[in-house]
């Protein structure tokens, strides 16, 4: 099974979150 780890910054707090999913596609539907 595919497996990615994702950063992703805030545009309103410039405040960078890094995770990881085995299902991209659900996680960033949230």
Known sequence: MP???YI???LS????YIGQTN???ERLRR
Not at 13 to 16: A, M
């Open 3 to 5: 497996f990615f780890v």
């Open 8 to 10: 992703i910054q805030s």
């Open 13 to 16: 707090t410039r405040k960078f």
């Open 23 to 25: 299902n991209l596609e």
